[in-house]
């Protein structure tokens, strides 16, 4: 069983940043696939960025270059750094976990899911 708990969302302007953290608890070896996955209010699920447990990252090609994920082993935490936020970034933010499935590839088949977090940018 694993655990998430997300915190650092908030409300900013277009152009500004935030930095959301997810603390993880529980078994290790179903969290070897961790990402954040976004959903706004009529949309659909959308995998935003994740990191396997050697560090390698992928991202949502409307993400590159403004969000960077990194994950802290001996925290137990996982980061999505957000820069140069658009309105279209609004959402709620969730932290996800996998064995297996990549957050970002299919956001509807992970097994762990965290409470979210709401980003809200306006214009």
């Known amino acids: 069983q694993v655990h998430l708990v997300e915190s650092g969302g908030g409300s900013v302007q277009a152009g500004g940043s935030l930095r959301l953290s997810c603390v993880a608890s529980g078994d290790r070896d179903n969290r070897r696939y961790m990402g954040w996955v976004r959903q706004a209010p009529g949309k659909r699920r959308e995998g935003v960025a994740a990191i396997d447990s050697a560090g390698g990252t992928t991202y949502a090609e409307s993400v590159k270059g403004r969000f960077t994920i990194s994950r802290d082993n001996n925290k137990n935490t996982l980061y999505l750094q957000m820069n140069s936020l658009k309105p279209e970034d609004t959402a709620m933010y969730y932290c996800?976990?996998?064995?297996?499935?990549?957050?970002?590839?299919?956001?509807?088949?992970?097994?762990?899911w965290g409470q979210g977090t709401q980003v809200t940018v306006s214009s």
């Open positions: 996800a976990a996998d064995h297996t499935i990549s957050p970002l590839w299919a956001p509807n088949r992970v097994n762990y």
